[in-house]
């Protein structure tokens, strides 16, 4: 199966309710697609990342390497966000 960084990111974000914030848009190759709210939100919570120069590469199909990173960072951001509400 193959699925995109902006598939995969789309997918964290609606599994983990991740809510909307205020944000700067810090990706050159996002702008107003379908997925930009979601990449986003996930740059915002520390889950997603791009690269050096700026670019998130929306397009390129996610490693399974990337994959991993992402949901370790998605599982400590939903353990915090437990904590907070504690």
Not at 14 to 41: G, H, M, S, T
Request: glycine residues 4%; hydrophobic residues 50%; positive net charge.
């Amino acid at each position: 199966m193959n699925i995109t960084r902006a598939e995969f990111a789309a997918l964290i974000v609606r599994a983990l309710n991740i809510p909307r914030q205020a944000v700067e848009n810090r990706f050159i190759d996002i702008k107003d697609q379908w997925f930009a709210d979601a990449v986003l939100r996930a740059n915002a919570a520390g889950i997603v990342r791009g690269d050096a120069n700026g670019y998130y590469l929306p397009d390129s199909m996610i490693t399974r390497e990337e994959m991993a990173a992402i949901i370790v960072r998605a599982t400590v951001t939903t353990v915090v966000r437990a904590w907070t509400k504690l």
